[in-house]
């Protein structure tokens, strides 16, 4: 399995960024995935999903600034950041989803995650 994130850098608040994930290794038109990030010192969270059918949730602290979607002819999922804030700066990456009803069940799927891309917000 290969989860290939790429399309971070530096921007300045209120700018966007759009993130891409390509992967390889599993069947991806019927996972469920989605996108991840790590602050300095601090644990991964979940950010966004979107199932198979194109459904998507978000977590609070991105709603209505960032936009999850998928191309299945390409294996990939794409990350469009709006409204940049300082506090979105960490390392960005994908992976396939156990889903659950509740945010807090939602478990990756794969072990491996790749590098990540790093997205750094700043003036």
């Known amino acids: 399995v290969q989860l290939q994130a790429s399309g971070g850098g530096l921007v300045q608040p209120g700018g966007s960024l759009r993130l891409s994930c390509a992967a390889s290794?599993?069947?991806?038109?019927?996972?469920?995935m989605g996108w991840y990030r790590q602050a300095p010192g601090k644990q991964r969270e979940l950010v966004a999903t979107?199932?198979?059918?194109?459904?998507?949730n978000y977590a609070d602290s991105v709603k209505g600034r960032f936009t999850i979607s998928r191309d299945n002819a390409k294996n990939t999922v794409y990350l469009q950041m709006n409204s940049l804030k300082p506090e979105d700066t960490a390392v960005y990456y994908c992976?396939?989803?156990?889903?659950?009803?509740?945010?807090?069940?939602?478990?990756?799927?794969?072990?491996?995650w790749g590098p990540g891309t790093l997205v750094t917000v700043s003036s």
């Open positions: 992976n396939a989803l156990a889903l659950s009803s509740s945010w807090d069940l939602i478990r990756p799927i794969f072990g491996s």
């Open positions: 290794g599993f069947m991806f038109r019927p996972r469920a």
């Open positions: 979107i199932t198979s059918g194109g459904s998507t």
